[in-house]
């Protein structure tokens, strides 16, 4: 079992840059695949990163592509999110997520353990 804990979200203007990780704790950290996922209000969550277990693999839907970088460092049990060029339907809860499996593009229902969220607001 895994928890985890997400932190870095806040305000920023159209272009800016945020930069989220997720604490994990509990056993067996590298052997998760791991994702970011958001939800904006009214809207399903969806994916926005995924990284395999060594974290030599990535996946993110083109909506992201290109401004949106995923790492890990499994020695501290943290992944991160850099976030660049932010637009405002970025807008939305991001959470943090680990799953056994590594699937790309992911699927929701594989992902088990889940963070609370933290909330990103991209001012125009």
């Known amino acids: 079992q895994v928890q985890l804990v997400e932190s870095g979200g806040g305000l920023v203007q159209a272009g800016g840059s945020l930069r989220l990780s997720c604490a994990a704790s509990?056993?067996?950290?590298?052997?998760?695949?791991m994702g970011w996922f958001r939800q904006a209000p009214g809207k399903e969550r969806e994916s926005v990163a995924i990284?395999?277990?060594?974290?030599?693999?990535?996946y993110y839907p083109d909506s992201v592509k290109d401004r949106f970088t995923m790492s890990r460092d499994n020695a501290k049990k943290m992944v991160s999110l850099q976030m660049n060029n932010l637009k405002p339907e970025d807008t939305a809860v991001y959470y943090c997520?680990?799953?056994?499996?590594?699937?790309?593009?992911?699927?929701?229902?594989?992902?088990?353990?889940w963070g609370q969220g933290t909330q990103v607001t991209v001012s125009s």
């Open positions: 509990g056993r067996s950290f590298n052997r998760y695949t």
């Open positions: 990284i395999s277990a060594s974290g030599g693999t990535t």
């Open positions: 997520a680990a799953s056994t499996w590594f699937r790309s593009p992911p699927v929701l229902t594989d992902y088990n353990y």
